[in-house]
């Protein structure tokens, strides 16, 4: 049985796009996964605090000597990598904030970066631990930034999320970009915008 870990990160929630097309592939996956399961984390229903000193120390203290504090500051990171192991697939929604992922996707990417768990050291240089696993990463952005474009180079979303993944062991990785989506607040209709892009999005889940 396969499992999707579907991840949200916009704050848009009924005006987002990202989230619309996260959707459409979910209900596709789920048709052509009929006895799948599906793991949903909306990282704006999540508390979430940044990392600080106290994390830190906890995750380089070994298992045994950790204190119960030391446990309880690690636990959100556990319970969500419990998920990523979870899952044999991801999909993540990702509105482009500023050139850059969302503040919330940096923070959950922060609880799931961790020595001896998702990534480790060796003679050798880093290995990622999160292997044989696949990810779609749905992406909507205000402008146009594909390639060769004039504004290609303010585009830091896939680059970082293609490396980042890429360091902990998920190098299976689909990027499928709605750009342009500022012309939806200039009148466009949102249903003609998004026809092309859906379409992309469930033949892909088809075939995920």
């Known amino acids: 049985m ?3 870990l579907h991840i949200d990160s916009s704050p848009l929630y009924g005006r ?21 399961k599906v793991i949903y984390r909306d990282l704006n229903a999540t508390a979430m605090p940044p ?23 690690l636990s959100l990171s556990d ?14 929604g990702v509105p482009m904030h500023n050139f850059g992922v969302p503040s919330v996707l ?3 990417i922060d609880q799931i970066a961790r020595v001896g768990r998702t990534f480790a050291y060796s003679e050798k240089g880093p290995k990622g631990l999160i292997t044989g696993k696949k990810a779609t990463f749905i992406i909507a952005t205000g402008g146009i ?32 970009t709605a750009g342009g989506t500022s012309a939806l607040n200039q009148g466009k209709d949102r249903n003609t915008f998004l026809a092309p892009h859906l379409q992309a999005v469930q033949t892909h889940a088809q075939t995920f």
Request: hydrophobic letters at 45%; proline letters at 3%; glycine letters at 4%.
């Open 106 to 108: 940096k923070l959950w």
């Open 2 to 4: 396969s499992t999707l």
């Open 145 to 176: 930034y594909d390639a060769q474009t004039r504004m290609a180079s303010f585009n830091f979303v896939e680059p970082y999320l293609r490396s980042v993944f890429g360091f902990l062991g998920v190098t299976d990785a689909t990027f499928l």
């Open 16 to 36: 987002s796009v990202s989230r619309e097309l996260t959707a459409a592939f979910v209900t596709q996956w789920k048709a052509a996964h009929p006895d799948g």
């Open 79 to 92: 319970s969500l990598l419990a998920e990523l192991e979870q899952a044999d697939e991801y999909v993540i």
């Open 51 to 73: 990392i600080n000193a106290e994390w830190v120390g906890a995750v380089y203290t070994s298992e045994q000597a950790r204190t119960p504090q030391q446990k309880e500051l």
